[in-house]
């Protein structure tokens, strides 16, 4: 079952449900913002870091505040709905767009179960770059169409994951990840100001393993010892082949991966 309704309420709805207006501003022209969390033993993990990010992203794609006792609501009830179907990993997707001209925005939260990922990963990086000055640099959009593209292009390059720089030929992030380089013994994250998106498990691990963020060149990539990603779902996820370079999962990211899975059971909403 899935969540349907508008920034002041809605319902649960069945899988029959067909009721997006054309007209709406997420389906016509991308106008929409929309976060992903890991749901485990039926609860959503760290969502009101995620509900801070979603009203960012909505005041910078100007659209109306959401109405997040509503979206908590919704969140409780569709995860209620599916347990059973999701077991004890699930995926809660909340999206949140511009409705109709003249209308509430729409809302629709949907609650699926969650593949666990493999134990490490592989990436490539892409020829597109992402634009640190763009309107919309650092708000997590519907409007995905680059994201698909750069990661058919590492499928079609056996990886799993594709790595963009950005318009001044710095590190940036992955298509659905962040990016973290081991660089003599060191753990370093692109800053935000390279445009990459403040995702909420990099500030988990930035905030608890004090890593630093700095500016770094793409060549990064060519020496750092270790590389890891990060993303809701994934946690922390070595990087074992980035292009035609292989890497070991070191000691740095597999001490990292540890101490982050002990903290994420200890604390659902940190």
Not at 61 to 66: A, I
Not at 94 to 112: D, K, N, R, S, W
Request: proline share 5%.
């Amino acid at each position: 079952m899935i969540w349907f309704g508008n920034r002041d309420g809605g319902s649960l709805l069945g899988s029959e449900m067909n009721t997006i207006n054309p007209a709406d501003r997420g389906f016509t022209v991308g106008q929409g913002v929309f976060e992903t969390l890991t749901v485990r033993a039926g609860r959503a993990f760290a969502l009101e870091r995620h509900l801070d990010r979603l009203v960012r992203s909505a005041y910078i794609l100007q659209l109306p505040e959401p109405n997040l006792a509503v979206v908590r609501e919704a969140a409780h009830s569709v995860i209620s709905a599916n347990l059973s179907a999701i077991g004890d990993l699930g995926r809660l997707r909340i999206t949140y767009t511009a409705g109709m001209p003249e209308h509430l925005p729409t809302l629709i939260l949907t609650c699926v179960a969650q593949t666990p990922w493999p134990d490490s990963t592989t990436a490539v990086t892409v020829p597109w770059i992402r634009n640190e000055r763009s309107a919309i640099a650092g708000a997590k959009t519907t409007s995905y169409a680059e994201n698909i593209l750069a990661m058919a292009a590492a499928r079609e390059a056996g990886a799993a994951e594709a790595i963009f720089a950005n318009g001044l030929g710095n590190l940036c992030e992955g298509s659905a990840s962040n990016i973290f380089v081991v660089l003599n013994g060191e753990v370093l994250t692109p800053s935000l100001a390279s445009g990459c998106l403040p995702g909420v498990t990099r500030e988990l691990v930035i905030e608890w393993f004090k890593i630093k963020e700095a500016e770094l060149p793409m060549s990064v990539l060519e020496v750092a010892e270790e590389i890891f990603l990060t993303s809701s779902t994934r946690g922390i996820h070595p990087v074992v082949r980035l292009d035609q370079r292989s890497l070991e999962v070191g000691k740095v990211t597999s001490n990292l991966r540890e101490q982050f899975q002990i903290l994420v059971a200890g604390d659902i909403n940190p």
